[in-house]
């Protein structure tokens, strides 16, 4: 799918500005690359994002990687979708700003996790012959007399693409290597888990899941960890998954701009 990029937050006038969009997508100095982009977002009326602490349901978003290994062409083309189709997606999940804003920040961490950022080897080869992948499945699962699962797809590995995306961007498991429709599959499907966890907290008591712990918890519907949730047994201070996607969250400042803002710059 194409960007509609006369939505996007100004970002391609705040990363020019700096020089982010060149041919090597670095400085030599990165820190000094840093505070110039500080600088431009605290001038065009950006302010930090903060889970629980602000509210706005129509601001802009705005993610800034840090560090060089998230600053790619595909890496900024995933976060730019995240931020373009903000709009569009809280009003097709009647979700709110703060909540779509928490769950694209935890994409870019499962991008993280998942794919290094598309750069794993592991995600080059499955992506290479997905056919292959498919065919070790079925003879495993035969072998074990299991039913099979769909396998995962893309650099966020989705098993199932949410069906109301698919239906409206035309996403599809083997266009999932497409940053932009990764990134819209990614925060789609977290936002359809938040929906089930929420339901869960209420069906299975789980009262030990507050807003404030969600990015501990979610990521056990993500991964398909439903049974650990339930039974007790979820440990999310010890699992590797959890504390990888939090650590690659770091790699990225996330900011809000409200929209009469926007209208000044």
């Not at 006038?13 to 030599?28: C, E, L």
């Not at 060089?68 to 997606?89: C, D, G, I, M, Y």
């Not at 712990?213 to 650990?228: E, R």
């Amino acid at each position: 799918m194409l960007l509609n990029w006369t939505w996007a937050p100004l970002w391609v006038a705040i990363f020019v500005s700096v020089g982010i969009i060149d041919s090597g997508f670095a400085f030599s100095n990165l820190e000094q690359t840093l505070a110039r982009e500080h600088s431009v977002l605290e001038n065009t009326g950006y302010v930090r994002w903060e889970w629980m602490k602000s509210e706005c349901d129509s601001c802009e978003m705005l993610m800034l990687p840090t560090q060089p290994k998230a600053r790619t062409q595909n890496v900024l083309s995933f976060v730019r979708a995240l931020e373009v189709h903000k709009t569009e997606l809280q009003q097709l999940y009647h979700v709110s700003g703060a909540e779509y804003t928490l769950l694209s920040h935890m994409a870019v961490g499962i991008l993280g996790r998942e794919s290094l950022f598309f750069a794993s080897k592991r995600y080059y080869l499955k992506e290479s012959v997905p056919g292959a992948v498919r065919l070790a499945k079925i003879l495993e699962h035969s072998l074990h007399d299991r039913k099979m699962s769909p396998s995962s797809r893309g650099p966020t590995q989705i098993k199932i693409v949410p069906a109301k995306v698919a239906e409206r961007y035309g996403i599809a498991p083997d266009n999932l290597h497409i940053p932009e429709n990764a990134a819209i599959a990614t925060v789609a499907f977290l936002i359809e888990a938040l929906q089930e966890l929420k339901r869960r907290v209420i069906v299975n008591q789980l009262g030990f899941i507050q807003p404030s712990n969600y990015v501990d918890y979610l990521p056990y519907i993500y991964f398909g960890g439903v049974k650990s949730l339930v039974n007790g047994t979820a440990a999310p201070a010890s699992n590797s998954y959890i504390n990888d996607m939090k650590r690659y969250m770091t790699w990225f400042e996330v900011y809000e701009r409200e929209p009469s803002r926007s209208a000044m710059n």
